[in-house]
């Protein structure tokens, strides 16, 4: 089964997940990139936004072919695994970054006197959630990709060797040739065995029939 079976209101959903989704991803690493970026140069949070998103639709180009090769079950796991994943890093950074950004508010205080920059908590806590939230979804990615893959080779009659979709290369469908090769290795292995038999065994067999 292939892309001929999704309807263009699936493909629709699919695709427009992937645009919230690279979106978000790069507002949060523009987020980071500026956080780090505005005491020291003059560039605006836009510019690290529209340079970041870039970057993820490149990465996500891959995700258009997918869509066009690969079944309905497999697009429905893929956007709510990483709809999950997505909701799940964001809790992450917004509970786990309360510690550290109080933690890295201290100690930039205390540096205050050497470097001459002046500490804000609203930045310093963005730039700590951004990097736990993307750190969090590196990992997910990763589980996603191993549940996605163990999914389409437990299909039947279908195996896929195939990489994650979030690594950029397409993943390739291979229909039915497992149980090809086996079926002609079975069928070789038993005109191997029925030449290899001794001439002993087959005429005993031949008498048996005959007797009978």
């Known amino acids: 089964m292939g892309s001929a079976h999704l309807s263009p209101r699936i493909k629709f959903l699919f695709l427009l997940w992937i645009i919230i ?15 780090i970026l505005y005491s020291f140069t003059k560039v605006l949070w836009p510019q690290c936004f529209w340079v970041f998103l870039a970057i993820h639709f490149i990465w996500d180009l891959s995700l258009v072919k997918y869509v066009r090769t690969h079944t309905r079950q497999d697009c429905f796991l893929y956007l709510r695994l990483e709809s999950i994943s997505v909701v799940l890093s964001t809790f992450y950074g917004l509970v786990l970054s309360l510690l550290p950004t109080i933690a890295m508010i201290v100690f930039l205080s205390l540096m205050e006197v050497y470097t001459g920059v002046k500490t804000h908590w609203l930045h310093t806590w963005l730039l700590v959630a951004c990097v736990i939230y993307v750190i969090s979804r590196g990992r997910g990615k990763r589980r996603m990709a191993l549940r996605v893959n163990n999914f389409s080779q437990n299909q039947p009659g279908i195996r896929k060797d195939r990489n994650p979709p979030d690594s950029g290369d397409e993943w390739k469908v291979v229909v039915e040739q497992c149980l090809r090769a086996d079926r002609v290795g079975s069928r070789e292995d038993s005109s191997k065995a029925a030449r290899s038999a001794p001439p002993g065994a087959k005429r005993s067999h031949v008498g048996r029939v005959i007797d009978v």
């Open 21 to 35: 989704r690279s979106t978000f991803d790069a507002a949060v690493s523009a987020t980071a990139a500026w956080c």
